[in-house]
């Protein structure tokens, strides 16, 4: 079973990790590289997905690190 999918988010002039459905921010990082790592780490650990965005809050990137249902051909 896959956990949360995390999302990276601006949070005022800092970057958030929130995971999926949560209503507060799991951690606060002065740098979105910064939240990007450490929810790219928590992503991996529970198999699931992570999902980027940017300043406007659109979501930018996302990179699965779960069960993807759409494998590249090769």
Do not use: C
């Not at 507060?24 to 965005?53: C, G, P, V, W, Y």
């Amino acid at each position: 079973m896959s956990g949360k999918n995390q999302h990276v988010v601006p949070a005022g002039d800092k970057w958030g990790v929130r995971g999926a459905g949560n209503s507060k921010l799991t951690r606060t990082f002065d740098t979105q590289r910064e939240a990007i790592n450490a929810a790219r780490e928590t992503a991996m650990n529970q198999r699931s997905e992570l999902l980027i965005h940017g300043t406007n809050g659109r979501i930018r990137e996302r990179n699965s690190y779960g069960n993807d249902p759409f494998l590249p051909r090769g």
